[in-house]
């Protein structure tokens, strides 16, 4: 129970809270509705899978760094709490366990899986050479409403990748805020965080940008999927919610980063899955009275 405490610990597991409502939003919007519960079930087991395999390969991947980074020195491998062979032998069965998971959802997904799979592959390493890396973060996440639509459809279409254009600026605006905690031992490094290169005044301001982009782009989701009232009111609790996000944090005061990216971030995908269903269910409540 110790190791499982660390391994939680290690791959961040409250964290999943951040991809998974919006892979369930994806599987809503594919079903027009209910999924059923094995589609469902499929899918929550090839999310879990597919995180916990991204999670602990950065962690083996990253070993080193972490160990020289304050702030990460503590980490499950550099604190010697797992060895680094353990963390790969998880990471590998948490693929086989997405692996196993799209065999049991539509046809095509047992095709494009590496596809999904690739960016968690090279994320950790894109900060060795681009800035761009927090932009690979946010596909990692984006990819989680298309690849439920996937399992579900058979097929792909272009509302839903707006949806995961959505996640991915969305997820990239918040990592920035995230590493701006790390400017120093970015430059020291010669790692390509975007506060480190352009430093936290900008990297703030392209973090504005970016989510500002996330609501248009979650605008137009709700017209291309022809959504109503209740789904609009989600978007724009999500947009006041990135609007208190970006005001927690300045570039003299990093003291509430943590509270923008954990907390605020969690009721943004909560709340807007929440509110995607409750349209439905009104939609199909209304349908049924008529």
């Known amino acids: 129970m110790g190791r499982l405490k660390t391994v939680l610990e290690m791959i961040k597991f409250e964290h999943t809270i951040f991809a998974l409502p919006f ?3 994806g599987m809503v919007l594919a079903a027009n509705g209910m999924p059923s519960l094995s589609q469902i079930l499929w899918i929550t087991i090839a999310m879990v899978g597919a995180r916990s395999f991204a999670m602990s390969l950065n962690r083996y991947i990253d070993r080193e760094i972490d160990a020289r980074n304050p702030r990460t020195k503590d980490r499950a491998i550099p604190a010697k709490k797992l060895t680094a062979r ?4 998880f990471s590998i069965i948490s693929l086989a366990v997405f692996f196993v998971a799209t065999y049991q959802l539509a046809p095509l997904a047992r095709v494009v899986w590496p596809a999904i799979v690739l960016p968690f592959v090279i994320y950790s390493y894109t900060k060795r050479f681009t800035w761009l890396s927090h ?3 946010g596909m990692c996440l984006g990819l989680a409403p298309i690849g439920a639509w996937i399992a579900i459809k058979n097929g792909l279409s272009w509302p839903v990748v707006i949806l995961g254009a959505a996640v991915t600026l969305w997820t990239a605006g918040f990592d920035i805020i ?3 905690q790390d400017i120093e031992v970015d430059r ?3 790692l390509f965080s975007i506060p480190a290169v352009f430093g936290i005044k900008r ?3 392209v973090t504005r940008t970016f989510h500002v982009l996330t609501v248009c782009l979650l605008f137009t989701v709700g017209v291309a999927f022809k959504l109503g009232a209740i789904y609009y ?7 006041l919610l990135l609007t208190y996000e970006n005001r927690l944090v300045k570039p003299n005061d990093l003291s509430k980063v943590n509270l923008a990216f954990f907390t605020v971030n969690g009721f943004i995908s909560l709340q807007i899955f929440a509110f995607t269903g409750l349209d439905f269910a009104a939609r199909y ?3 049924g009275m008529g």
Do not use: D, F, H, W
């Open 23 to 25: 892979a369930y939003m």
């Open 86 to 89: 353990y963390v790969l032998g």
């Open 135 to 137: 932009v690979i973060l």
């Open 178 to 180: 995230y590493a701006c």
């Open 188 to 190: 020291r490094e010669k």
């Open 203 to 205: 990297a703030l301001l």
């Open 233 to 239: 009111m989600g978007v724009i609790i999500t947009a």
């Open 285 to 287: 409540l209304l349908k």
